[in-house]
């Protein structure tokens, strides 16, 4: 929580002095939602064109992107036991780009999608 408290506090202390247009705090959904409640706006990454399955919750004052896929594309889920997970969840593949940076898995899955951060991006020029 220190983090999101740091996060917090730069985004009031910008509020309060005019010097915002807008913000967005991301993350999986989770236990965040306990502190700072239900989010304005959750997505899946394959509603922006990643093969993956991960419900990410956006707190903030922003645009909402607009999703370019409504129908969830066959074959995305995976079952392991009783638990069912993305298709690529458990290994990630890691843009040619980022190679040299040598990331962990957890580093890996938390970066944006590529398509979600496009859609953002036009959303909130």
């Known amino acids: 929580m220190k983090c999101v408290e740091a996060c917090l506090r730069i985004i009031w202390e910008c509020r309060t002095n005019g010097a915002l247009q807008f913000w967005a705090l991301e993350n999986p959904r989770g236990f965040l939602r306990q502190f700072l409640g239900n989010p304005p706006f959750t997505f899946e990454h394959w509603q922006y064109g990643d093969r993956q399955i991960k419900p990410t919750d956006i707190w903030g004052y922003f645009n909402k992107p607009t999703k370019l896929v409504r129908v969830k594309p066959a074959r995305l889920t995976k079952r392991f036991g009783s638990r069912i997970n993305g298709r690529g ?20 899955r938390a970066i944006t999608p590529q398509g979600f951060a496009q859609a953002f991006f036009k959303a909130n020029p």
């Open 89 to 108: 969840w458990a290994k990630p593949k890691l843009p040619k780009h980022l190679t040299h940076l040598k990331l962990s898995r957890a580093a890996l």
